[in-house]
């Protein structure tokens, strides 16, 4: 229901946090790498397919030059949630970030933050939970168990501040 895709697999690290969220709302997933720059053909054949295949969100994981995002945006008429990876070749983190985020008008991608993909696949559980009740609820389950976190902290704090 949802693509995963990432540029390497040196990016894997980081995009499993993706695969990790949507397991553990019962999403199922595609995982694939798919090189903007080294398989361009299987590049545009994953995003004009996308929706063929059921695909209902993409979360797409670069580094560097970061193109993949993008360029699978203008393939195909799916929410892309683009990860801009920290990799070996970036400019701290940057140069992926800028890539992923200063996409021109007419060509969304929602951005995450570097090596963001937790809340890459959070954001496709929430696309997934317009439409599915089910997940709606877990997501509203999920806010709620955020909220307990942050209370128990609260407390522990208060505990070590007195």
């Known amino acids: 229901m949802v693509g995963i895709i990432m540029g390497s697999l040196s990016d894997l690290k980081v995009m499993q946090e993706a695969v990790d969220v949507l397991k553990e709302f019962g999403i199922a997933y595609e995982i694939d790498i798919v090189s903007a720059h080294r398989t361009p053909e299987k590049m545009v054949e994953y995003g004009k397919t996308a929706r063929a295949r059921g695909l209902k969100a993409i979360v797409a994981g670069a580094g560097g030059a970061a193109h993949l995002p993008g ?92």
Do not use: C
């Not at 991608?109 to 599915?132: C, E, H, M, R």
């Open 71 to 162: 360029m699978i945006a203008s393939l195909t008429t799916l929410p892309v949630i683009g990860v801009p990876v920290k990799s070996s070749n970036s400019i701290d983190g940057w140069d992926s970030v800028l890539s992923i985020l200063q996409m021109p008008s007419g060509v969304p991608v929602a951005t995450v933050a570097l090596n963001g993909a937790k809340n890459a696949g959070l954001l496709a559980v929430q696309i997934v939970g317009t439409f599915d009740e089910n997940v709606a609820n877990q997501l509203a389950d999920y806010k709620e168990s955020l909220k307990q976190k942050v209370a128990e902290m609260s407390q522990e704090a208060q505990k070590t501040m007195a």
